[in-house]
């Protein structure tokens, strides 16, 4: 009776030389790029792919700095969460409108059909450039974002939001049906596509999602997420933004404070707080993000209700101070550039970034 043949496995070898074994490295390595191409095995200081992330800010000088890198990373997953009427969305208008300053290509998938081009277009987004989807279904909306994101030619991309992804069976069937963890599943299989190709076209994805209240919770936080784990695992960054109080002009509400905390960060240190205006009249108010922000780190002085700069009173009051800067640019960025020059420097990022506020909606 003939034997039965096998693979023949190679058999582990033990190496003492260390000059043999940099040899057996080399040698391994020229196997894997030959089975899998080139670029699939690398020193880490060789390569140019894996190198420091490129940013692109957030419009809030508190928020760059809280997220310790200047911005949100391009080839990462980011997920940004809160209650509704957060300002989550405004955030990331905010981001798509930065990335097209800087000759960037953006697309936004409207899955919620609710994205307000007015509201955009003062935000600072150039309608004309955006790229924008409104898909039926949960699977559309994500291959859409694949296809996007695989052709190596959108810089950013945002869905908004999760919880309106919803699965084609949800869509097809009837009021009532039971859909137990069938957007997890899908979540869960799309974030297995995504991750790679995100970091291989060097894309900058963006999630928006709702909180939802666990049922029986007694001790500890009832709130979650919607889609299940997998969008928690893969983000790089995942940040909690609410909206903690109203701006008031003569009993008007002409804005509101919001509060933003990088609870999860792959690159810098998490758990930092930034808080920021966000007014109707322009979105993130820049001038008093980069007051609050240049008060603290003493690039400004303040003196009871007087702002100097360089030894000169600017102004008394925050307000009379944001007019004054909204009319000099020129002053505004060279004060925002002293901030970046301290924190080069060494100066160290508080845990709390931004003036903070006491109240809580």
């Known amino acids: 009776m003939a034997k039965k043949t096998q693979n023949q496995i190679p058999e582990p070898t033990k190496i003492d030389d260390k000059k043999q074994r940099l040899e057996a490295v080399k040698i391994a390595m020229q196997q894997i790029e030959k ?6 095995i690398m020193r880490l200081g060789e390569s140019k792919k894996i190198s420091k992330s490129e940013v692109i800010p957030t419009g809030s000088i508190a928020l760059d700095l809280a997220l310790g890198i200047g911005g949100l990373p391009k080839g990462r997953i980011v997920e940004v969460y809160g209650p509704e009427a957060s300002g989550k969305t405004s955030l990331c208008l905010h981001v798509i409108a930065e990335a097209q300053k800087r000759g960037l290509t953006a697309a936004f998938i409207d899955a919620e059909h609710a994205l307000d081009p007015i509201r955009a277009g003062i935000i600072g987004v150039n309608l004309d450039e955006l790229i924008i989807s409104q898909p039926d279904t949960g699977e559309q909306a994500l291959e859409i974002v694949e296809t996007l994101v695989r052709s190596g030619g959108v810089d950013v991309v945002v869905v908004d939001s999760v919880a309106a992804l919803v699965p084609r069976a949800e869509i097809e069937g009837e009021m009532g049906d039971a859909v137990m963890g069938m957007q997890a599943r899908l979540m ?14 060097n894309t900058l994805l963006i999630f928006t ?9 007694m001790f500890g936080n009832p709130e ?22 109203n701006i008031t002009q003569k ?8 509060r933003a ?12 707080i930034a808080e920021f205006d966000i007014m109707n009249d322009e979105g993130i108010s820049k001038a008093s993000g980069i007051i609050d922000v240049a008060t603290e780190f003493e690039v400004l002085e303040k003196s ?8 000169q009173t600017l102004a008394q ?3 009379a101070l944001k007019v004054i800067l909204k009319e000099k640019p020129e002053l505004l960025k060279e004060i925002e550039d002293k901030v970046w020059e301290a924190v080069k420097t060494g100066k160290e990022v508080p845990v709390e970034v931004g003036e903070q506020s006491d109240s809580e909606e």
């Open 188 to 201: 869960s299989q799309a974030m297995r596509k995504l991750t790679g190709a995100t970091q291989k076209s």
């Open 261 to 272: 905390k990088v609870v999860k960060n792959k690159l810098a240190p998490p758990f930092r």
């Open 35 to 40: 089975e899998y191409g080139k670029g699939s």
């Open 209 to 217: 999602n709702q909180i939802r209240m666990k049922i029986g919770v």
């Open 224 to 245: 979650t997420t919607t889609g299940g784990q997998a969008l928690k695992f893969y983000s790089s960054i995942r940040i909690d933004f609410r909206r903690i109080a």
């Open 304 to 311: 009871g209700a007087f702002y100097k700069y360089n030894g």
């Open 251 to 258: 009993e008007v509400v002409i804005g509101s404070r919001h």
């Open 317 to 319: 009051g925050k307000e």
